[in-house]
């Protein structure tokens, strides 16, 4: 069964300095990844994904996150924090060739942003 | 475009009663729709599987005649918390993809609370 692990339950950064995110996957094929951020009390928005094409995947807000099959890592980064990322954040997967199959969610990860 | 509602946001029932929470796509047609469960502070947990005109699959655990889920059409999708307890309380959120492998859009999730 596929798996999804984030490495920190909770990230803290000061306003301006650099965001790392880390997700590692577990899946016999390249899977499909995600990366959601949610807000409190709300439902998620897609910040980017990964769909086997480029490998460094730019999405929105300033986020990218790269593709590392020798890793099987998925990792988000922002080159400056705002005050305005401090959200949660999840990773996840799916697995292509499946009809309709669902996505498979990190732990999260809750990034707070310190001015 | 790929909007997701769901109707209520929040819904306080006393225990024993039934809920409704529907989920529609408001700009696209979704052959398949996701019910996730959220716990405070976790992550999201996949419930069921609806595709239109079918039934639905649930995931290991959940009741199926608790949880009753309907796709009656490529825009609705309900979820039906049959004689509810305070345990059903918790964060549930709809996803719906218009084709399968492509993007799940999340709609802003209904907060029931049961007591």
């Known amino acids: 069964a596929q798996s999804v692990t984030q490495l920190g339950s909770h990230v803290s950064v000061s306003e301006g300095a650099l965001v790392l995110l880390r997700c590692n996957y577990s899946?016999?094929?390249?899977?499909?990844l995600f990366w959601y951020v949610q807000y409190p009390n709300q439902g998620l928005q897609l910040l980017l994904k990964?769909?086997?094409?480029?490998?460094l995947v730019k999405g929105i807000n300033g986020f990218e996150a790269e593709f590392k099959k020798s890793e099987t890592s998925f990792h988000l980064t922002k080159p400056s924090a705002h005050m305005s990322d401090a959200a949660e954040y999840f990773c996840?997967?799916?697995?292509?060739?499946?009809?309709?199959?669902?996505?498979?969610f990190g732990k999260g990860t809750t990034l707070s942003v310190s001015s | 475009g790929a909007v997701v509602s769901q109707h209520p946001s929040r819904v306080i029932c006393k225990s024993g009663t039934s809920v409704k929470i529907e989920c529609r796509s408001l700009?696209?047609?979704?052959?398949?729709m996701f019910w996730y469960r959220q716990f405070p502070k976790q992550s999201l947990m996949l419930m069921a599987t609806?595709?239109?005109?079918?039934?639905?699959?649930?995931e290991q655990g959940v009741e199926k005649d608790k949880f009753l889920i309907n796709h009656a059409s490529l825009t609705l999708s309900t979820l039906t918390v049959t004689s509810a307890h305070p345990e059903d309380s918790s964060f549930y959120i709809c996803?719906?993809?218009?084709?399968?492998?492509?993007?799940?859009?999340f709609g802003p999730g209904t907060r029931l609370l049961v007591l």
């Open positions: 990964y769909t086997s094409a480029a490998t």
């Open positions: 996803s719906a993809q218009r084709r399968a492998r492509e993007t799940q859009y």
């Open positions: 996840a997967v799916s697995e292509p060739g499946q009809a309709g199959t669902a996505l498979i």
């Open positions: 609806s595709n239109e005109g079918s039934k639905a699959t649930y």
């Open positions: 899946s016999s094929v390249p899977p499909y």
């Open positions: 700009d696209f047609q979704a052959t398949t």
